[in-house]
């Protein structure tokens, strides 16, 4: 068992009925590493993301995290190994406040869930770990707005600290930047590259753009039809005449059809 | 400065703060608390005709009172699982009937004692909260809806068997229950009002509490976004078989008062009708409120004795009429429309008072 490895996948795949969306992946992500998935619409990088979480269970394959194979564990242990998880499509709790958003990521992990006879304002440290999360973030002059008013730019940042704020070692962060305007983007990667670098944390992070991702990740793996094309650091990658084919070709494509 | 100037003065403001915070609370309970004694001086009865349980005004409004508390109940208990917690089920006229009818029986074929009674309620509500429960991870939403339904629909059919008549009564319900003297309802109905009350009154404050407490919060967020929470490391069915338990028990406690305080349990409380009872009450007051549920409770209860008083027969369409109304303009029922313009109001206030001062305000 190599030692720095905190996530790893075994010939991981998923069917839809027909279609294949994860195809055989093995993956191996180093400890404290930023680790970027990138691949077209529809490579399969969400649905990775499913069977890493354990929101889908996989046709075949395993997955392990430090070692141990959590691949048949429910959704709600995952967090508890600590295993951090961000959503493509914002995915909030729309109604309440952006702090008790993150104040209920917190207390999860706690000990305090079956006290119901208690106020939940009693135990300040989940609301202090929430505090702390909005502030890292830089939301915490929004913290008492619902979370469906706020811009979508701040939702996507909410997201980060609903899943900062049980202090997790790996984090699956899902488009971090979907949908938001592009003078923000630089802003959160920043972020994400911070919160690597201060506290340690292992980063797995999908994207489809490939320039976004450049510059943070140690090392890129990118996906083409459920199926890994390629591996490397990113120098390599952007290398990879494989990869400029398929998939700076599918973007041409794809620019191609716009134009038309 | 020295400490003993401040402390009063903190007392005070917090005194003060407490009340207002629930002054509309506070002005119910004490309105409830005088209505036996307002009512029966209006009427022109003297107060210790009133104490002597003598019938007149005062009695009537006190059982029809009663009325409204066990209803009340049962919708709080109903908005528990629908408004805080985001289950729909349509089988909650079953945990008021098990409550009933367990209650009549016991003490009328069996001669338990009201204690050993109350004790086997508590004991059957938690059976049957767990009965609803088991289907839970299996199913969602209106499927849900549908396997409650389906569970409290064969409960009513095994209420009005055959075989079970010598206790149930049948179609036609159980009848001669005697509630234990000391606190019968039709001679002391001053002590039963007020028991009722205390009982509402509560249960009310122990699920203000629940909401708020960690374990509230997490059942406010499976109403939100379950998948969500599931994902922050909730196993969400234990929380949503906690809030089955305490409203199966708040039901099936409304139940029981039922069964002491009417001459007859008919096998209505177990039906589907019963169930869109508890349905209407939370919507009229504002579903996921609490306070709405008590609103919608007396506003339901009083309509129907009204109308019916008026119309007779044709009370039951008029009803019809006035709760789609209701429905259609106030769609966040009283309560909840209620909170939303106070809501407005003082935002509306703060950026005025941020025109005026120059100093705009986050909402
Ligand atoms: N629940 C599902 N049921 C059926 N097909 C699915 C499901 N989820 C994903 N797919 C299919 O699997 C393939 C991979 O989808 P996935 O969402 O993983 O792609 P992606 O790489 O995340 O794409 P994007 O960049 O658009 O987010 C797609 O063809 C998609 O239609
Ligand atoms: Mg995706």
């Given at each position: 068992m190599d030692g720095s490895i905190i996530l790893e996948t075994k010939n991981l795949r998923k069917e839809f009925g027909a279609l294949?969306?994860?195809?055989?992946v093995d993956l191996r992500v180093q400890a404290n590493t930023v680790h970027a998935i990138i691949g077209p619409n529809g490579a399969g990088k969400t649905t990775l993301f499913n069977l890493l979480s354990n929101a889908f269970e996989p046709t075949a394959g395993k997955v392990f995290f430090q070692g141990r194979d959590?691949?048949?564990?429910?959704?709600?242990?995952i967090i508890h190994l600590g295993i951090g998880r961000s959503f493509q499509?914002?995915?909030?709790?729309?109604?309440?406040?952006a702090l008790e958003n993150v104040r209920l990521a917190a207390q999860a992990?706690?000990?305090?869930?079956?006290?119901?006879?208690?106020?939940?304002?009693?135990?300040?440290r989940y609301e202090q770990r929430a505090w702390e999360a909005l502030n890292l973030v830089g939301l915490t002059d929004r913290a008492?707005?619902?979370?469906?008013?706020?811009?979508h730019g701040d939702q996507r940042k909410l997201e980060l600290a609903i899943i900062l704020a049980p202090d997790p070692k790996l984090l699956l962060l899902?488009?971090?930047?979907?949908?938001?305007?592009a003078e923000q983007v630089p802003e959160m990667m920043n972020l994400i590259s911070q919160i690597n670098k201060t506290s340690s944390k292992t980063i797995i992070l999908v994207e489809h753009n490939m320039s976004v991702v450049m510059n943070i990740s140690d090392r890129i793996t990118v996906m083409h039809l459920g199926r890994v094309l390629a591996e490397g650091t990113p120098s390599e990658i952007a290398a990879n005449p494989e990869v400029q084919n398929a998939y700076l070709g599918k973007l041409y494509g794809d620019m191609k059809k716009r134009e038309a | 400065m020295n400490q003993a100037s401040i402390s009063p003065s903190k007392f005070s403001s917090r005194f003060k703060s407490f009340f207002r915070g629930n002054l509309g609370g506070w002005i119910v309970i004490l309105a409830m608390v005088l209505l036996p004694f307002i009512t029966s001086l209006i009427s022109g009865q003297s107060i210790s005709n009133l104490l002597a349980n003598e019938s007149g005004m005062a009695k009537f409004v006190q059982g029809l009172a009663i009325e409204i508390f066990i209803l009340a109940l049962y919708a709080l208990s109903y908005d528990l699982i629908?408004?805080?917690?985001g289950l729909l089920s349509f089988g909650h006229a079953m945990f008021f009937a098990v409550g009933a009818y367990l209650t009549g029986i016991l003490l009328?074929?069996?001669?338990?004692?009201l204690w050993a009674t109350l004790g086997m309620v508590l004991v059957a509500a938690i059976i049957q909260a767990i009965l609803f429960a088991v289907v839970l991870p299996r199913v969602q939403g209106v499927t849900f809806a549908l396997v409650t339904l389906g569970i409290a629909s064969v409960f009513y059919i095994v209420i009005q068997s055959h075989e079970m008549s010598a206790y149930?009564?049948?179609?036609?319900g159980l009848q001669g229950v005697v509630a234990p003297e000391f606190i019968n309802a039709a001679d002391h109905r001053m002590r039963f009002y007020f028991v009722t009350l205390g009982l509402l009154i509560g249960m009310y404050l122990l699920y203000k509490r629940f909401v708020n407490s960690p374990t509230g919060r997490v059942c406010i967020a499976i109403r939100e976004n379950e998948k969500r929470a599931l994902m922050l490391g909730y196993n969400t069915f234990y929380f949503k078989l906690i809030a089955l338990t305490l409203a199966s028990i708040t039901a099936a406690l409304a139940g029981c008062l039922h069964a002491l305080f009417q001459p007859i349990v008919s096998p209505h409380t177990a039906s589907m009708g019963f169930t869109i009872a508890a349905l209407l009450m939370t919507l009229i007051g504002g579903?996921?409120?609490?306070s709405g549920a008590l609103v919608g409770a007396a506003i339901y209860r009083l309509l129907e004795y009204g109308l019916k008083n008026i119309f007779g027969e044709q009370a039951t369409f008029l009803l019809g009429v006035v709760y789609v109304l209701i429905v259609l303009f106030l769609p966040y029922g009283i309560i909840g429309t209620w909170k939303l313009r106070a809501l407005q109001i003082r935002s509306g206030w703060q950026r005025l008072i941020g025109l005026v001062t120059g100093k705009p305000k986050q909402a």
């Open positions: 294949v969306a994860v195809d055989n959590i691949t048949h564990l429910p959704t709600h242990r499509i914002t995915n909030l709790f729309p109604n309440l406040t992990l706690g000990k305090d869930n079956f006290r119901f006879l208690r106020a939940a304002s009693h135990f300040k008492l707005m619902p979370a469906r008013a706020l811009p899902d488009e971090p930047t979907a949908g938001m305007a | 629908l408004g805080v917690t009328k074929s069996f001669g338990w004692s149930a009564g049948a179609d036609v579903v996921g409120t609490l």
